[in-house]
């Protein structure tokens, strides 16, 4: 089998982080060396011993060599806990981080900033000056190349901000290694507050984890919306959840929603007795106590007595397809 030289990098840099990331204890290293520094001394002392003098004045001498202690003062690695320099998420995508940077609105409107790449998915990370602030737009370019690169599948940071995940870039070209990003307010939308973003580029594992399982669907949604069928597929084994509702004239709604890593994350394709729905659609977070956000097709033609339900998860990123986690489609029948 090839090597692949870059997961051997990543392996080792894995293995080692642990080591990197200890604090160094310069203290016990100091004592430990102005201890050895006095036997040395002693026994000096007692090779020249012949006369007083020569003793004072070897001893003088030698510590003179090693010229002033440093400042007794232990140092520690500094790690940031709002933008760590390496996390591992619960599938097991290892992110590392490569540059930060700050945005003060009330500075500058505008921050620009290069960043090295090495050309595997990169992601933004920011620290929110309060989780439901507006937040800057981040945006991308590549030498050479006209496109600008934005935040997926949906261009903001909300999201993040609520829930404290990093959100990916697209993907930049092969072979690029050279990235610079610019950060502004949106207009009308004036970011409040200071912004750190961290951008960090991250590997999935090379074996999907086992998923946890699926967030139940609420019965209900609202007093008129009641569900009427379920059903939930594992990524990426599977990719696709398909329903079967019956059509009684009324509204449906359709909640759909991935767990683990995926959510917000992937996004779905939808058809209706095969008529695509426009999208792609973000694939949402779990339902919480909150509720759940729904997607509702209307009024269905009468003539259709059933309506089949097709909910496809598509990956902008390949490194999706080793990122365990699952799909869950529910369909909500309207009583009115």
């Known amino acids: 089998m090839p090597t692949d030289y870059r997961e051997l990098r990543d392996l080792l840099d894995e293995r080692s982080r642990p080591a990197l990331d200890r604090p160094i204890p310069w203290h016990a290293l100091r004592a430990g060396e102005r201890h050895a520094r006095r036997r040395r001394l002693s ?12 003793a004072v004045a070897g001893a003088g001498t030698v510590a003179g060599l090693g010229g002033p ?27 590392r981080r490569l540059a930060t940077a700050t945005l003060d609105p009330s500075r500058a409107k505008v921050t620009t900033f290069q960043v090295k790449v090495t050309g595997k998915p990169v992601a933004i990370l920011p620290d929110c000056p309060a989780p439901k602030a507006w937040p800057p737009r981040v945006s991308a370019r590549v030498p050479g190349v006209s496109k600008v690169f934005q935040l997926l599948p949906a261009p903001f940071l909300m999201n993040s901000c609520e829930r404290g995940k990093a959100v990916d870039m697209q993907l930049f070209p092969a072979g690029t290694r050279t990235v610079t990003f610019t950060v502004e307010s949106f207009p009308g939308r004036e970011a409040k507050g200071q912004w750190r973003f961290g951008v960090y580029e991250w590997t999935a594992p090379a074996t999907p984890k086992a998923p946890a399982p699926p967030v139940e669907p609420p019965a209900k949604i609202s007093e008129n919306l009641h569900l009427v069928t379920k059903a939930s597929a594992t990524w990426p084994g599977t990719r696709e959840v ?57 009024r269905q033609p009468r003539g259709e007595k059933t309506l089949t ?12 397809l080793r990122r365990a986690g699952t799909l869950t489609v529910a369909a909500y029948d309207g009583r009115i």
């Open 309 to 320: 339900i097709r909910v496809r998860l598509e990956a902008p990123i390949p490194g999706y």
């Open 242 to 298: 398909t329903l079967t509702v019956p059509n009684r004239g009324r509204t449906v709604a359709i909640v759909t929603y991935c767990g683990d890593g995926l959510t917000e994350r992937l996004t779905t394709d939808m058809w209706v007795n095969g008529r695509p729905i426009k999208g792609p659609h973000q694939c949402s977070a779990p339902p919480t106590r909150r509720g759940a956000g729904y997607f509702g097709l209307g």
């Open 43 to 54: 026994a000096l002392a007692l090779a020249v011993a012949g006369t007083v003098a020569v």
């Open 69 to 95: 202690d440093e400042v007794d003062q232990p140092i520690t690695a500094q790690v940031d806990e709002k933008l760590p320099r390496r996390y591992v998420e619960p599938d097991g995508t290892v992110y």
